[in-house]
């Protein structure tokens, strides 16, 4: 055991007897919010709590590594280590269990995310990026297990980027020559979740900076270890991944949560092997308790044996500092004492504050809404039944503003046919109100600040006599080439981008030209691609991921939904991942390169723009325009267009593709046709056809389904036209659908409708292999035909009689 006099030193730790009793009590105040959080949740003060009891130490160990200009992706129980780092007070951290939706009392999501999710601002109120060498950054947490992995992937791969590639050392608000390090941090449980694996794969490939730390309990809530993990032991089933011998891979550490000095001395040989070397390094910590059990939602005594509820008591790792502080001299029984009593007087103090403060926040609209029932029930004839509500309201403890709104809303039914000054002030109330929680919780999806790329102003492409027609690939091959020429902080990423330059040639060359920094194979592993993509993004490059074929974005969709899709609204606006990805789809053949799973796309991503260019020449101006804002993009280009000759303009570089604004691609008076990306070549076809029987079809590219003709301008197409029809390779009641309800509901064009309007869609099964079975699984242009003739011939039956009679 190390004695006071035997001070630990290694880079800038020194154990010093104020450094100890401080450590001694962040610990001791994290127990006891844990403590008063779980028993406010049980009194109905907040919905659920998960707290960090039991791993106080090891984070407090992390802590004393953990530099500016470093990040935390982690998970939800590392309230120890944010405290440590002064990323969080307890007052915030009463405020967030509370959901008090106001940044100046949760800072991490006013009230958006479930306790114990934090993360800080990366972002001024421009939009401009802070310095984050000068922040202890951690990226907001997710609540989905092993969700926050992949992301450390890209968190860590920077600090490589910055520290390889010199054309990145003007950045210095996001890198010291890359020695920044990745703290991940997940539960034993989680860590047999794929992409945890994969991670782990993907950091010993790459050999990246991230320091993956695993607090082991030994439950994934009810289910032992013995379930969860190959040899019940995280470290020994990755042992295969230990570096030897001048091998990549990873270092593994094992520490004790409840031993003070083994903790501080690990996390210090990590920090040097991950901020040094850029080796990732496992450190595994074991023997963790949970004194509190999982959550709020059970008691651990239901499924832990009396030996393991000991356990959890006998190895507490705050008494066992305690024991370690009074052995070695570090203070008196009277000193430890007065720690103890400080730390739970600052607890109940942070927690009143933080109640006071929710409760104050909500206080003026309970008084509005009394004394609007009040008035109400002054005027009313219906007085009875409006005092029932306010004796409702009155009587309910806590109330809140749902139950608020839900009282007046009662209240204006029962006074729908009275004129009366009451009424008037409920309908203005409840304007006000729905103004100030649209704030509250509708908000930054999207950037809301003058970097958005919404306010890119669109550039058409410019042609001369010297503008050859070349294919789609070679167009988009040269957009790639000039983009990387002109910004250090765009590379590519991918499987098969590199040395082949991606299946269909995007890339070709582009390696050998930049680097393989810049242009970089991957592993097949596109969860960890898109992490990958994220976490470089987060730290101000601007990477290009992609996937291979869009069937494959499945892999991946957890974490684009859970993670980059959400960044924005959880953190309201203060954090951002400006990540494209790229991907081939629509028209191909085969029930796994279908391409077009548009409706899992529209139904997952809000917060990613989905852009559907139809050819090259469009797409080069949707990378333009993304590049240019700061939000996350999934860009499909048509797999079926790469060996189609366009014209190449003399502007590629410069063209940019507005963000929700249809492009009418042939005029036309009879019937509206609205579509994307592949199927503008079906309808172009189709409407060939048509005019030789003497129909003219007007044909609208969407050009993006996110966001969507935000100006309303398919809307005057059918006023022109009275008929619609919806076309797309997607499974009914996908995208035909989603533009439907867009144009009939959102921009009420039923008005204006003579015929019932149609969707077109593919068959409800993935396509068919082959010729064949593509044609008889999606439209094609006589399916357009067909469509379009049946409308005209229920409106015009002479001129269009029956075909199939």
């Not at 058409?460 to 983009?483: C, K, M, T, W």
């Not at 393989?516 to 993509?533: F, K, M, N, S, Y």
């Not at 050819?615 to 048509?638: H, R, S």
């Not at 503008?680 to 050009?703: F, N, S, W, Y």
Request: hydrophobic letters at 40%; charged letters at 25%.
């Amino acid at each position: 055991m190390t004695g006071a006099s035997d001070l630990i030193t290694s880079t800038d730790v020194l154990l010093t007897k104020e450094e100890v009793l401080n450590d001694y009590r962040i610990a001791c105040e994290s127990r006891e919010v844990s403590t008063i959080g779980r028993k406010d949740v049980f009194m109905g003060r907040a919905n659920f709590g998960v707290f960090g009891d039991g791993k106080e130490l090891a984070q407090i160990a992390m802590s004393k590594v953990f530099r500016k200009g470093d990040f935390r992706s982690g998970y939800y129980r590392d309230q120890t280590f944010l405290a440590a780092v002064d990323g969080l007070t307890w007052q915030q951290f009463f405020a967030q269990l509370y959901a008090h939706p106001d940044l100046n009392h949760d800072p991490f999501s006013a009230g958006r995310s479930m306790n114990a999710h934090y993360g800080n601002r990366w972002i001024d109120d421009n939009g401009e990026w802070l310095n984050q060498t000068e922040l202890y950054n951690t990226v907001s947490d997710v609540s989905s297990t092993a969700g926050q992995m992949p992301r450390a992937i890209g968190l860590g791969y920077a600090s490589k980027l910055f520290r390889q590639n010199p054309d990145l050392q003007y950045l210095t608000k996001f890198s010291r020559n890359g020695n920044e390090v990745c703290f991940a941090t997940i539960g034993d449980a989680s860590t047999s979740q794929g992409m945890f694996f994969e991670a782990i794969n993907a950091a010993g490939v790459l050999q990246i900076p991230v320091i993956f730390s695993v607090w082991d309990d030994g439950y994934g809530i009810s289910v032992p270890i013995e379930y969860q993990t190959t040899k019940s032991s995280i470290s020994e089933a990755l042992a295969g991944f230990q570096r030897k011998d001048g091998s990549n891979g990873i270092e593994i550490l094992v520490a004790r949560a409840w031993n003070y000095v083994e903790l501080i001395e690990t996390y210090q040989q990590a920090a040097i092997y991950a901020r040094d070397q850029h080796v990732p390094v496992l450190v595994h910590v074991i023997e963790v308790t949970q004194q509190l059990g999982h959550s709020t939602s059970g008691s651990h005594e239901r499924y832990k044996s009396k030996d393991r509820l000991n356990f959890e008591h006998e190895y507490d790792c705050n008494l066992h500092l305690k024991e370690w502080i009074l052995s070695n001299g570090y203070a008196t029984e009277e000193e430890i004492k007065e720690v103890e009593t400080k730390a739970k007087e600052t607890a109940q103090k942070s927690r009143n504050a933080a109640w006071s403060a929710y409760r104050g926040s909500i206080k003026p609209d309970v008084e509005i809404a009394t004394q609007l029932l009040k008035k109400a029930g002054t005027e009313s004839k219906h007085a009875d039944a409006i005092a029932k509500l306010r004796e409702e309201l009155e009587h309910t403890p806590n109330p809140v503003r749902r139950e608020l709104i839900s009282l007046i809303k009662k209240a204006l039914v029962i006074i729908r046919q009275e004129e009366i000054p009451a009424k008037k002030a409920i309908i203005s109330w409840l304007g006000q109100a729905a103004s100030e929680n649209k704030e509250r919780y509708n908000t930054h999806l999207l950037s809301e600040y003058p970097t958005s790329p919404m306010y890119v102003k669109g550039i058409a492409p410019e042609y001369d006599e010297r503008s050859v027609d070349l294919s789609g690939h070679d167009i988009i091959n040269n957009y790639f080439n000039l983009l990387l020429a002109r910004d250090p902080r765009v590379f590519a990423l991918g499987e098969d981008v590199g040395k082949i330059g991606d299946v269909n040639q995007g890339f070709a060359g582009l390696q050998e030209k930049y680097g393989e920094l810049r242009v970089t194979d991957a592993g097949i592993r596109e969860t960890t691609i898109i992490g990958q993509g994220i976490g470089a993004a987060m730290r101000g490059l601007r990477p290009i991921v992609e996937i291979q074929y869009f069937d494959y974005i499945y892999y991946a969709l957890a974490t684009l939904t859970d993670d980059l899709a959400s960044l924005r609204y959880r953190t309201v606006g203060g954090q951002l991942a400006p990540l494209i990805v790229r991907t081939r789809g629509h028209r191909l053949e085969g029930i796994w390169h279908s391409g077009s799973p548009m409706s899992a796309m529209l139904g997952s991503l809000r917060g990613i723009h989905v852009l559907v260019p139809r050819n090259f020449v469009q797409a080069a101006g949707f990378y333009n325009t993304i590049l240019k804002g700061d939000d996350p993009a999934l860009i499909i280009e048509c797999l079926n267009g790469y060996r189609i000759k366009e014209k190449m303009p003399k502007n590629l570089s410069e063209v940019c593709v507005p963000l929700g604004i249809p492009e009418i691609l042939k005029k036309g008076d009879d019937i509206t046709v609205v579509t994307y990306g592949s199927m503008c070549r079906i309808v172009m076809e189709a409407a060939t056809q048509l005019e030789q029987v003497g129909i003219h079809i007007e044909v609208i590219d969407v050009q993006s389904l996110l966001p969507f003709d935000i100006n309303h301008s398919i809307v005057e197409s059918i006023k022109k036209t009275n008929r619609v029809i919806f076309a797309d390779e997607d499974v009914p009641g996908g995208a035909s659908a989603f533009m439907m309800q867009e144009v009939l509901d959102g921009q009420q064009a039923y008005r204006w409708l003579d015929s019932a309007p149609k969707a077109i869609a593919a068959q409800a099964h993935r396509p068919a292999y082959a010729a064949d079975g593509d044609y008889f699984s999606k439209p094609n242009a006589e399916t357009i035909f067909d469509a379009v003739y049946e409308m005209m011939h229920e409106a015009k039956p002479k001129d269009f009689p029956d075909l199939y009679k």
